[in-house]
């Protein structure tokens, strides 16, 4: 089974409908990250958290919403979906003695 | 501005040949890894190293770091068709905090067979 798992996969919606990205790890990692990616972009922070009672804003941030339900759960939401927030959003994880991330497989987001 | 430029953005080479991939940097950093993505798929990570270290070697891959030009390499050697993809250097800087990443926009390596 994967350590990262991501849910949905792919997903199309329509403009100002609100989303949510669920993201599960059993690795037992502390800190978990949510990215964007786009062509030509590479990766980008959206929010990142280093425990169940920490969250923190990353580089663009705006329009977009997280919840860590426990700390193997964190979840990124849409609250009104628009265009240009089509992307593929990856989530990923790390320990508190290692910096090195481990990503999940990746939603493939339509924003129509 | 960007932290974390590959260079250069698309490499195309034969079967065995090896590959240089480079990666700039702008502030002072903790340490710096390279990742490896296939074609739509999560990132892998390959190797790290931190920023009092000048070399590092696992398997084909060895990576360099030149804190004082802000800039690191990575070789791939020996290369294989499946080695086919895209490589991100990522930097973490060091006034930030614990492991957060800044991702460059990466070089895509294409091995031809």
């Known amino acids: 089974d994967a350590d990262v798992t991501q849910t949905p996969r792919n997903r199309i919606t329509k403009t100002g409908k609100r989303i949510m990205l669920e993201c599960s790890q059993t690795?037992?990692?502390?800190?978990m990250y949510w990215y964007r990616q786009d062509p030509g972009l590479g990766l980008r922070l959206i929010y990142y958290?280093?425990?169940?009672?920490?969250?923190n804003k990353g580089e663009i941030s705006d329009g977009y919403s997280v919840s860590r339900q426990a700390q193997a759960k964190f979840s990124l939401s849409l609250e009104s979906a628009i265009p240009n927030q089509t992307a593929l959003y990856f989530c990923?994880?790390?320990?508190?003695?290692?910096?090195?991330?481990?990503f999940g497989p990746g939603t493939r987001l339509t924003v129509t | 501005s960007q932290q974390g430029e590959e260079d250069p953005q698309a490499l195309s080479i034969q079967e065995g040949e090896n590959a240089t991939m480079n990666c700039s940097y702008k502030?002072?950093?903790?340490?710096l890894q390279w990742y490896r993505q296939n074609s739509g798929r999560g990132l892998v990570h390959l190797i790290l190293?931190?920023?009092?270290?000048r070399e590092k070697h696992s398997g084909r891959l060895r990576v360099t770091l030149d804190t004082s030009k802000k800039s690191s390499s990575l070789l791939i050697t020996a290369s294989r068709a499946a080695d086919t993809a895209s490589y991100f250097c990522?930097?973490?800087?060091?006034?930030?905090?614990?492991?957060?990443?800044?991702f460059g926009e990466g070089t895509q390596l294409t091995v031809n067979p």
């Open positions: 990522a930097t973490a800087a060091l006034q930030t905090s614990g492991s957060r990443l800044t």
């Open positions: 190293i931190r920023s009092n270290e």
């Open positions: 690795k037992g990692h502390d800190r």
């Open positions: 958290s280093f425990d169940v009672k920490d969250i």
């Open positions: 502030t002072s950093i903790n340490n």
């Open positions: 990923a994880t790390s320990d508190s003695y290692r910096d090195e991330q481990y």
